[in-house]
């Protein structure tokens, strides 16, 4: 029964559905002798407080986990409420309560624009220069991407006042990436100003279980889990124990578990209603929704009748989709007319993490959010922890060698495929100094992936904790185990655990 499973997952999504938080970057000295450079952050470049917090705590950006947990520590107050009330459907109180408590701070009216609640954020575009001509620009991360872009282009020509230099290089991250784009798309004839643009780790295709969560159309998997939780725990024992509950099945009997019909339909009914209240009335939320899932998720979310002019959210409806029709399913098309007009145009990907176990599509390789193949517009990658089909040949530009060492992507696929690189082993919102000098070096010097040796197509994070971003070796691939030899390996540890522990309290003890 998979009912459990699209609950524990919309729940997991609640709490993890905003990981690709901004960073800004760090100072430089005054000695440059570039062009100007404008890094448009991801998401959680601004601060929402609420009005009357004089310590301007932050509310959603990053997520508020202290109220969250608080609220979670309450859950009885919730329940004595709805006794008390006599709410005939008290699990759906329950759980759109907690959910509207935790995170309803961050909804928007009915047409997308105005917060719901009195919260703000400070001037939501100023000019940040942080030296060494690089200036960020920093926005409210709620807001429709085209009305950023509107703002990114008041915030280009103040810097071009400020440099004293119109053109300029123009480099994106995550959420920001959407935001160049509607840029470049609403104003063309800002683009002539334009040397370079980087995208990096583009979250400008989707993400996918943001797409299936604006559907209702998505469940665990014990794989993705399993790997998932192995990677950020990194704990041998605990990666044995779910590898033995995964393969002997007991893991996916666990996440299929018999819920009471009634029950399930309360909560899947208080989530769905939470999700349409808050979340769907983002227009920020809506630029992670895949192509194809967008007309599916209106539907499900905002009735048959969401193209209606009366409809009660048609203002905000028609910004989704013109985002989604003019700029997100156009994203390739921009590609071509920057190249064609001569911009240094590029793409950074990061992969080799499991994606967050909440998508149907099970285990795609991605960096930890954003699916590689999805971020690069194209490439053919495998399955994280695995490798392409032996013998696999590369598609496309075969005069070139566009296949990873590790066996993982074939980057002759891609939309960019002279200019995309993927870097192996840095996780979605990691920000080095090696990687802002990556960035560097493809915007000032207009690098390909044949241009420098340093920096061919293909990399990797140093494995000697220095953090430099180095080619991409070889890595010798581990070899897979069965149940039972995994089985064995968990039983030897916890007679070695065992024993220590019996060892510790005997010690000492008069004979």
């Keep these: 029964m998979k009912s459990i499973k699209k609950i524990t997952a919309i729940l997991l999504t609640i709490v993890m559905l905003i990981p690709c938080v901004g960073s800004a970057l760090s100072a430089f000295a005054e000695d440059y002798s570039h062009l100007p450079q404008l890094y448009v952050n991801g998401i959680g470049s601004r601060a929402v407080y609420d009005i009357n917090d004089p310590e301007k705590k932050s509310l959603f950006y990053p997520v508020n ?9 309450n859950l009885g107050e919730y329940v004595k409420k709805s006794a008390e009330n006599l709410e005939p459907d008290v699990l759906y109180t329950i759980v759109y309560s907690w959910a509207m408590d935790s995170f309803g701070m961050i909804a ?78 609403e104003y063309p004839e800002d683009r002539q100003f334009i040397d370079s643009i980087v995208l990096c780790v583009p979250s400008l295709g989707g993400v996918d279980f943001v797409g299936q969560l604006f559907t209702g159309d998505f469940t665990l998997d014990a794989d993705t889990l399993t790997d998932f939780i192995s990677f950020m725990v990194a704990n041998e024992d605990i990666n044995l124990l779910m590898s033995v509950l995964n393969k002997s099945g007991a893991l996916d009997a666990l996440l299929t578990f018999f819920v009471d ?54 203002v905000l409806i028609d910004k989704l989709i013109y985002y989604h029709e003019n700029v997100m399913v156009r994203s390739e098309e921009l590609f071509e007319i920057c190249v064609q007009e001569g911009i240094h145009t590029n793409i950074i990907c990061k992969y080799g993490r499991p994606p967050m176990p909440l998508s149907e599509n099970k285990n795609y390789m991605s960096d930890g959010l954003v699916g590689v193949e999805t971020a690069s517009f194209g490439c053919t990658s495998c399955d994280y922890g695995d490798v392409l089909p032996q013998g696999y040949e590369q598609q496309l530009y075969k005069e070139y060698d566009m296949l990873s060492d590790d066996g993982c992507i074939d980057a002759s696929t891609g939309a960019l495929p002279f200019n995309t690189w993927y870097i192996k082993g840095l996780e979605h919102g990691e920000k080095t100094e090696p990687y802002f000098k990556l960035i560097d070096d493809i915007a000032y010097r207009d690098l390909d992936v044949f241009t420098d040796s340093a920096y061919p197509q293909f990399l990797q994070v140093a494995s000697d904790g220095s953090g430099r971003i180095i080619p991409l070796e070889d890595v010798e691939r581990e070899k897979e185990t069965t149940l039972i030899q995994d089985f064995f390996k968990l039983l030897v540890r916890l007679i070695k655990l065992i024993t220590a522990k019996l060892s510790e309290l005997f010690k000492g003890q008069p004979a």
């Excluded at 986990?65 to 520590?73: A, G, Q, R």
């Excluded at 950023?148 to 123009?170: C, D, K, P, T, W």
């Excluded at 209240?277 to 630029?287: I, R």
Aim: proline share 4%; glycine share 4%.
């Design 108 to 185: 928007f009216r009915e047409d997308g624009s105005t917060p719901v609640y009195d919260n703000i954020v400070t001037d939501p575009c100023p000019l940040d220069y942080a030296g060494n001509g690089k200036y960020l620009f920093n926005y409210d991360s709620r807001v429709d991407p085209v009305e950023l872009a509107h703002e990114l282009h008041n915030y280009v020509i103040e810097m071009q006042a400020h440099s004293g230099s119109r053109r300029f290089e123009l480099v994106g991250s995550s959420y920001g990436t959407s935001i160049v784009m509607a840029y470049l798309n």
């Design 65 to 73: 986990t202290e109220l969250m947990l608080d609220n979670l520590n």
């Design 261 to 314: 019909p009634v029950l399930r339909i309360a909560i899947l009914r208080a989530l769905k209603d939470f999700a349409h209240d808050v979340f769907a009335t983002l227009p920020a939320m809506w630029s992670f929704v895949n192509d194809e899932y967008f007309y599916e998720a209106l539907e499900h979310l905002y009735g048959e009748d969401y193209n209606s002019d009366d409809h009660e959210y048609a």
